[in-house]
């Protein structure tokens, strides 16, 4: 079975410019994850979403914002770049939205801001 | 605040030598704690999950144990393809599926 599964692999973006990041979950999954992990830290929570709706959303500025659709793939869109959301921004999928099942990650899309 | 803690920041060890990676945590009600391997560049492979305080779970080389303040995840033997960093999540109540991680551990087995 294939995994989460994101695009692009890499982006050059601007500052100022604006992003789209997409995500596919594994096959079954309806709960999608965001994260953002900077260099030498661990991930840090950006949205979650199940079954269409957020369930939960991480300390990140209004600029930040995601969708899922009903295949359950999901995007995150950031606007007005800054050189500090320069990271790698991983998606993760779960089998339900409840919080009690694992969590697995996709191979990230690296964001670079200029 | 919910607090995850790893320690060391790195570690390098020759290859066969056996050792052990922290994660301390504070948090307001455990609901799982969460295992990771991350490789350079890629995202985050899924271990293990331990639940209760007393809990074990073995992988291959790895075993990682779950007390009421910490986990460890001990390496037996390791191989130089066991060189990765590490990193410990933990889920709270009532959080939904929200993780918190730690820094991670980067490990360095040599041949």
């Known amino acids: 079975d294939a995994g989460v599964t994101q695009s692009p692999t890499h982006l050059i973006k601007t500052r100022g410019q604006q992003v789209t990041l997409r995500c596919s979950p594994i096959s079954g999954h309806k709960s999608v994850s965001w994260y953002q992990q ?3 830290q661990g991930p840090q929570f950006i949205f979650q979403y199940y079954e269409k709706e957020e369930r939960g959303r991480g300390n990140f500025p209004d600029r930040f914002s ?4 009903p295949n359950y793939s999901s995007e995150l869109n950031v606007n007005a770049l800054l050189l500090g959301d320069s990271a790698l921004y991983l998606c993760a999928s779960s089998r339900g939205g409840l919080g009690i099942d694992e969590q697995y990650f996709g191979p990230g899309t690296r964001l670079t801001v200029t | 605040e919910d607090q995850v803690t790893q320690s060391p920041e790195a570690l390098r060890l020759q290859e066969g030598e056996s050792s ?13 704690l969460f295992w990771y391997r991350q490789d350079p560049g890629k995202g985050p492979e899924f271990l293990f999950t331990l ?4 809990e074990e779970k073995e992988k291959e080389r790895l075993k990682a144990t779950l ?27 009532g959080a939904n599926s929200k993780l918190t991680f730690g820094k991670g551990i980067t490990l360095s087995v040599r041949p």
């Open chain 1, 66 to 69: 995601a969708r899922q659709f």
């Open chain 2, 20 to 32: 052990s990676l922290n994660c301390s945590y504070t948090v307001s009600g455990l609901r799982g």
């Open chain 1, 38 to 40: 900077v260099l030498g």
């Open chain 2, 51 to 54: 639940y209760s305080a007393g």
């Open chain 2, 67 to 93: 007390t009421k303040k910490e986990s460890f995840l001990h390496i037996t033997a390791p191989k130089p393809e066991d060189s990765a960093t590490y990193l410990c999540a933990v889920r709270v109540t």
